[in-house]
């Protein structure tokens, strides 16, 4: 808070609880923590695949909504992320496949926010294990890194496969980036070298 006739500014912080339990089968603590931009769901991940989803649009009343299954069993989650919007998750897994998933509207859902969490997009199998997502800020744009050093750009609303590049690292791509105007993407290796190409991606 900046007080209009100036002065030093006030942070203010209000806890909300959440009811966490581990699921069944786990001892760790989750792998990967998401809040929706909406404020409305809070997820968590484990690498097992596991998913919880907890309601939270009553802030006062938070409560686990719904447990799922991101990966089929025994493959592992390697990579996580919010796609634009901050209302869809991505999904990485080893065996290099991708999903996308995201709280629908279900007016015959058990669960308090009437919503369930849904399989939005299946990408299918980019090639190695997924080890990073760049995640464009203007549209549904991805950039899909993996441990053999392949960077794949994808669309996610029209599954169009929109480029394959060969980074020549001979290492995992660990880190990916789609640039601001849409009109590059950036790869950084495990061995510390990068690369950049432009692209012109035309309408998905």
Same mark, same amino acid.
């Given at each position: 808070?900046?007080?209009?006739?100036?002065?030093?500014?006030?942070?203010?912080?209000?806890?909300?609880p959440i009811p966490y339990e581990r699921p069944d089968g786990e001892t760790t603590a989750p792998d990967w923590l998401f809040v929706t931009s909406d404020s409305a769901t809070v997820l968590a991940v484990w690498r097992s695949g596991v998913c919880q989803r907890y309601a939270a649009s009553d802030r006062e009343n938070i409560v686990l909504a719904q447990t799922t299954r991101l990966t089929p069993p025994g493959v592992s989650v390697t990579s996580c992320r919010m796609l634009l919007g901050a209302l869809t998750l991505l999904v990485g897994d080893e065996q290099g496949g991708v999903t996308a998933w995201f709280a629908a509207r279900d007016n015959l859902s058990?669960?308090?926010?009437?919503?369930?969490?849904?399989? #939005?997009?299946?990408?299918? +199998?980019?090639?190695? @294990? =997924?080890?990073?997502? #760049?995640?464009?800020?203007? +549209?549904?744009?991805? @950039? =899909?890194?993996d441990d053999a050093g392949t960077l794949q750009v994808r669309h996610v609303t029209s599954h169009k496969h929109v480029a394959d590049l060969d980074t020549g690292f001979n290492a995992p791509v660990v880190g990916a980036l789609v640039t601001p105007k849409l009109d590059g993407v950036f790869a950084l290796g495990a061995d510390g070298r990068w690369k950049s190409w432009t692209m012109e991606v035309g309408h998905p």
């Amino acid at each position: 808070i900046r007080p209009l006739g100036g002065g030093e500014p006030r942070v203010r912080l209000t806890d909300y609880p959440i009811p966490y339990e581990r699921p069944d089968g786990e001892t760790t603590a989750p792998d990967w923590l998401f809040v929706t931009s909406d404020s409305a769901t809070v997820l968590a991940v484990w690498r097992s695949g596991v998913c919880q989803r907890y309601a939270a649009s009553d802030r006062e009343n938070i409560v686990l909504a719904q447990t799922t299954r991101l990966t089929p069993p025994g493959v592992s989650v390697t990579s996580c992320r919010m796609l634009l919007g901050a209302l869809t998750l991505l999904v990485g897994d080893e065996q290099g496949g991708v999903t996308a998933w995201f709280a629908a509207r279900d007016n015959l859902s058990e669960s308090p926010d009437l919503r369930t969490w849904v399989l #939005g997009h299946d990408l299918g +199998d980019i090639g190695g @294990a =997924v080890q990073t997502f #760049g995640v464009s800020d203007r +549209d549904r744009i991805i @950039a =899909v890194g993996d441990d053999a050093g392949t960077l794949q750009v994808r669309h996610v609303t029209s599954h169009k496969h929109v480029a394959d590049l060969d980074t020549g690292f001979n290492a995992p791509v660990v880190g990916a980036l789609v640039t601001p105007k849409l009109d590059g993407v950036f790869a950084l290796g495990a061995d510390g070298r990068w690369k950049s190409w432009t692209m012109e991606v035309g309408h998905p």
